[in-house]
T-cell receptor, first 117, second 111 residues
């Protein structure tokens, strides 16, 4: 299947700093990328949907100014957690849909574990 | 409201046993349903994708079925192995970009 890479896999930061997480589709072009947040032993919560070259669509309750999403190319989307606080500590996972691929199959990155001290 | 539910939440079985994981959804207007595996602290690995026009898909020891009318999907794992221990998630696609995930079933296969 298609490969989605996320970086970094783990990040620890101090409260008040900003952290950027990258999501790359390695062997395909992704029209749409999705960012999810996962709490311990919980399912995935969709945060936002990003389309290349346009503004991301955020789910209800997700702060646009705190979670900045940029989808600058067909292979890269970034999530920046601004002014991070301990409650932002979580597992963030991205997924991507392949350009022109009709099945709608989702491919996921390995996830990024954010710990805010 | 579209919801996806997985039962049971956790399951322990002895090695070699055949088992079934269940996924229920409330909206029969489903485009497709995808089963994933998640190991602790890792991302999701796609196992099987069933389109709304299909009834089942098979890959190795895995077989997934889809019954839109009853709002159910099952993942059948044959001859389970300790390496199958993981959390299994199902996700339904209900629109162009709308994917809803179940809460997962944590499977432990005992050697």
């Amino acid at each position: 299947g298609a490969v989605v890479s996320q970086h970094p896999s783990r990040v620890i930061c101090k409260s008040g700093t900003s952290v950027k997480i990258e999501c790359r589709s390695l062997d395909f072009q992704a029209t749409t990328m999705f960012w999810y947040r996962q709490f311990p032993k919980k399912s995935l919560m969709l945060m936002a949907t990003s389309n290349e070259g346009s503004k991301a669509t955020y789910e209800q309750g997700v702060e646009k100014d705190k979670f900045l999403i940029n989808h600058a190319s067909l292979t890269l989307s970034t999530l920046t957690v601004t002014s991070a606080h301990p409650e932002d500590s979580s597992f963030y996972i991205c997924s991507a849909r392949q350009l022109g691929e009709g099945t709608g199959e989702l491919f996921f990155g390995e996830g990024s574990r954010l710990t805010v001290l | 409201k579209q919801e996806v539910t997985q039962i049971p939440a956790a399951l322990s079985v002895p090695e070699g046993e055949n088992l079934v994981l269940n996924c229920s959804f409330t909206d029969s207007a489903i485009y497709n349903l995808q089963w994933f595996r998640q190991d602790p602290g890792k991302g999701l690995t796609s196992l099987l994708l069933i389109q709304s026009s299909q009834r089942e898909q098979t890959s190795g020891r895995l077989n997934a079925s889809l019954d839109k009318s009853s709002g159910r999907s099952t993942l059948y794992i044959a001859a389970s192995q300790p390496g199958d221990s993981a959390t299994y998630l199902c996700a339904g696609r209900f629109g162009a970009y709308k994917y809803i995930f179940g809460t997962g079933t944590r499977l432990k296969v005992l050697a």
